[in-house]
């Protein structure tokens, strides 16, 4: 049975390397019974694939979509395992946005006066501050969901584009939690249900899938240059003060005369504030759809299709790479 | 001598099937690490800008380094083997492991797989903050196995980690968890799954004597419904006990492969000093 192993040969020869000093080694035999191109003829006879080779696709998809179970179950854990230690528990899934809210509304409804011309200004608020927050922590997530979860890249197989799919969707999850205390404040301040609310849903939807695209591109990113996370505060910042989330775009735009139209449209433009609009024209009655951008829905789809596809091709041509070094 | 003959009598019925059939086939991989951040000490502020400004002179002295991990390694596995890797500490075994599961890349050459060999652990999947019982289904999910059959086999899982002996602590948080009890209840649910090819990074030396003897079982039991496993251990006993056959690698190259008596014979004069066998 000796020939089974033709790799090397058995009996290792005692010869001593001038440069080993620490430790007697014996040099391995070199001559390999297979050749080069054998190995890959036998790998090729028996249909063998290269390990860890990035699947087309159509494959990664389909291998994508049979893992739904574990993205969900995921996110799902990782919502509950957040607040476990708290003593409230799962109150503070709901408290954290409201705190949030509480704190905004005081420092731009009280102090700096930006309520004025905005009508229903804290369900306004609220919805601006909920929504982009959604946008925003998905994006740091996605950042970190490769850098961060090296050890789950390295332990176990499974289509990488899984983890920051995950993370945007506890942020789904989370974002439910929020619109429950919207629900909330929306009944304490008057906002009367209306048969428009159900726009919340393709609103979500497309915000969803625009929030997963964008954090797969940054979760390549920040895989391979994981110094993104110290950057991304800065630039979210940046993004949600001209995103209209604790003012009134219009009213910005009416202030500064000398604003160039092509700047206002690009304000209107911005993905943020399609998101955030479309919401609080679901929501609040007084907010009329004629504050809402020119092609609304034509942006809201745009964007969610243009981050959603590129993203995902942009994140499944470096699979490989995931977890490298 | 038992096992021995078993294997021969295996060889002899796979020669009867006129062929072997190859599940891994490793040609002549190499693997290197880079490692960033190594720089000599201080923070290094200014070698990171050394980094940015000439990014190829400065990769030596800004503290990229090269390790050199496994070198020029060929094998072929065939389906049935148990093979075990042997070698000193740092010689390169579970990176080699982990290049056959297609979670490290190779540098030069190319690992051919039948199938998605998996690496045996699911640890990173699971968290401390939840109850085993969601950690078995969180895991069951994260190796790709559906709700079902988690459903199916979750009381197994459950027995045979032996969690549930001294109350029921499977509906407590993980962290709660004695360390024993918390790897027994890993190595339950990484078990649960049938594997093609499947690689064991030294799993048997989890929990107590009790649980050793049950796992080590239930490596064999996987072991005949795997095509081929590898084991990677400093327990020689397991590596007689469960292989048939040993790689050797000593310093990232392959020193010996045959049958495991031979390279554990050679690997254990090697380890004990000159010529002092055991």
């Given at each position: 049975m000796s020939d089974d192993y033709g790799t090397t040969a058995r009996t290792p020869l005692p010869r001593v390397k001038a440069a080993d000093v620490s430790q007697v080694l014996h040099t391995p035999p070199k001559t390999p019974a297979h050749g080069h191109g054998d190995l890959a003829a036998l790998a090729e006879r028996y249909g063998l694939t290269v390990s860890g080779a990035r699947p087309p696709l159509p494959e990664y998809v389909r291998q994508l979509w049979a893992r739904r179970h574990f993205i969900t179950a995921f996110a799902t854990a990782k919502l509950t395992a957040q607040y476990s230690q708290a003593k409230l528990g799962q109150v503070w899934q709901v408290m954290t946005p409201l705190l949030n809210a509480a704190v905004y509304y005081f420092i731009f409804g009280v102090l700096l006066g930006t309520k004025q011309g905005v009508s229903d200004f804290i369900p306004f608020l609220v919805t601006g501050v909920f929504v982009w927050t959604f946008t925003q922590s998905s994006i740091m997530a996605g950042t970190r969901a490769i850098a961060g979860n090296l050890g789950l890249v390295r332990a176990l197989h499974f289509p990488r584009a899984a983890l920051p799919i995950s993370f945007c969707l506890q942020q789904l999850q989370q974002l439910l939690f929020s619109m429950a205390a919207l629900l909330i404040i929306l009944f304490a301040v008057g906002v009367p249900p209306a048969p428009?609310?159900?726009l919340v849903l393709p609103a979500l939807t497309l915000q969803f899938i625009f929030n997963a695209g964008l954090s797969m591109i940054l979760a390549r990113l920040g895989a391979k240059t994981p110094d993104i996370a110290q950057l991304m505060p800065f630039i979210l910042r940046t993004w949600m003060y001209i995103s209209g989330v604790m003012w009134s775009i219009d009213n910005l735009i009416s202030k500064h005369h000398g604003l160039p139209s092509w700047a206002a449209d690009l304000l209107r433009a911005n993905p943020a504030a399609v998101y955030i609009d479309l919401m609080r024209f679901a929501l609040i009655?007084?907010?009329?759809?004629?504050?809402l951008p020119p092609h609304v829905w034509v942006l809201a789809v745009g964007w969610a299709l243009v981050a959603g596809v590129g993203g995902f091709i942009y994140f499944w041509k470096a699979e490989e790479t995931y977890g490298r070094g | 001598m038992a096992d021995n003959t078993d294997s021969a009598t295996r060889t002899a019925l796979t020669e009867l099937m006129d062929e072997k059939i190859p599940t891994v086939i490793a040609d002549s991989v190499d693997i290197i690490y880079r490692i960033h951040g190594t720089g000599s000490g201080r923070g290094s502020a200014t070698a990171a800008l050394n980094r940015i400004l000439r990014p190829k002179q400065a990769e030596k002295a800004s503290g990229i380094r090269t390790v050199h991990a496994v070198k020029k390694v060929s094998f072929v596995a065939y389906k049935g083997e148990a093979i075990g890797l042997i070698g000193?500490?740092?010689?390169g075994k579970s990176t080699l492991l982990k290049a056959i599961a297609g979670l490290q890349p190779v540098e030069n050459g190319k690992i051919y797989t039948d199938g998605q060999p998996s690496l045996?652990?699911?640890?990173?999947?699971?968290?401390?903050?939840?109850?085993g019982e969601r950690n078995v289904y969180l895991g069951g999910l994260a190796m790709g196995m559906s709700r079902e059959q988690i459903k199916e086999r979750y009381q197994d899982i459950v027995d045979f980690s032996g969690i549930n002996e001294k109350g029921d602590f499977i509906s407590l948080p993980m962290r709660t968890y004695s360390s024993g009890m918390g790897s027994r209840l890993r190595f339950s649910i990484a078990a649960a799954k049938d594997h093609d090819v499947l690689l064991i990074d030294e799993?048997?030396?989890?929990?107590?004597a009790r649980f050793q003897a049950r796992s080590a079982e239930r490596i064999q039991e996987m072991r005949q419904h795997a095509g081929t496993v590898f084991l990677v251990s400093h327990s020689n006993s397991a590596i007689r006990e469960t292989c048939e056959r040993a790689l050797w690698l000593e310093r990232g190259e392959l020193r010996m492969d045959g049958p495991t008596e031979e390279v554990l014979e050679a690997y254990e004069e090697f380890t004990s000093g000159k010529g002092k066998k055991k």
């Open positions: 428009s609310w159900i009655d007084s907010f009329h759809a004629s504050k | 000193t500490n740092g010689s045996l652990g699911v640890n990173a999947a699971l968290m401390g903050d939840l109850t799993a048997l030396s989890t929990g107590d």
